[in-house]
């Protein structure tokens, strides 16, 4: 689904926005343990941390229902967050 690339409609292509790429997986981690360099070659997947992880890493673009995975480091410092 990430692979295919779509030209942009209007004029953000003259403005060196020529390509809309799509989105794919989050993973979100706990800490980086090279990780983002692993999944940095794949496209539309997202590596965060669970200190930065806001709403637009888990809806970009305003659409909802992105596939997250979840570190069980990452589940149990969540835990901890709302608490």
Do not use: C, W
């Not at 992105?66 to 990452?74: G, I, S």
């Amino acid at each position: 689904r990430a692979k295919q690339r779509n030209i942009r409609a209007g004029k953000g292509k003259m403005r060196g926005r020529k390509y809309k790429n799509r989105k794919s997986a989050l993973l979100v981690v706990a800490e980086d343990k090279g990780i983002k360099l692993g999944a940095r070659n794949h496209p539309g997947i997202d590596v965060v941390r669970v200190e930065n992880l806001g709403v637009e890493h888990l809806a970009p673009g305003t659409h909802f229902g992105r596939l997250a995975v979840y570190t069980k480091a990452a589940i149990q410092k969540l835990g901890g967050r709302f608490k």
